[in-house]
């Protein structure tokens, strides 16, 4: 297979952005993710893959529960300030306010969110894909979603 050829077929694919939170004991993570999609519409399923290496993925695997806070098309800088470590000061999380929900962090400043329960990780390649349940899903402002193609990055291939 070419490589070349490969980064770029797997580049056209569709992507969201999203940014996933979660907390065990007294850890809080915090990325952006782009590789999610829905598996079952009952019950209600979505897939998330998240990056073998990072703080987010052994978060997730021990709490087994996260918040997949959706973006809406004007928060590119969100989706930014997510990318480097996770920073919890007082009630920010990298400089954006959050609350508490059933002991998982949500970020006030997007449109959406819903909650996971994790029911089982493919740990496969350095992004295992955790299979989760929807708990809960609420909608605080209907707007367009904020896609990977909105803006310069990449991420795959």
């Known amino acids: 297979m070419d490589r070349n050829l490969r980064k770029i077929s797997l580049r056209m694919f569709t992507y969201g952005l999203y940014v996933l939170t979660s907390k065990y004991k007294d850890?809080?993570?915090?990325?952006?993710?782009?590789?999610?999609?829905?598996?079952?519409?009952?019950?209600?399923?979505?897939?998330?893959?998240?990056?073998?290496?990072?703080?987010?993925f052994h978060i997730v695997k021990n709490r087994k529960e996260f918040v997949l806070n959706i973006l809406g098309y004007k928060q590119k800088n969100l989706a930014a300030s997510f990318f480097k470590s996770t920073i919890v000061n007082n009630s920010l999380?990298?400089?954006?306010?959050?609350?508490?929900?059933?002991?998982l962090p949500v970020l006030k400043a997007t449109p959406a969110f819903i909650t996971c329960k994790v029911i089982d990780i493919i740990e496969k390649g350095d992004h295992p894909l955790f299979l989760s349940k929807l708990t809960n899903a609420v909608v605080n402002n209907e707007t367009k979603p904020l896609k990977l193609s909105d803006t310069e990055w990449n991420y795959g291939g």
């Open 93 to 103: 999380i990298n400089n954006y306010e959050y609350f508490i929900e059933n002991d």
């Open 27 to 56: 850890d809080f993570c915090g990325s952006t993710i782009t590789w999610v999609t829905q598996t079952s519409f009952e019950p209600p399923m979505i897939s998330v893959c998240i990056k073998r290496d990072s703080g987010t």
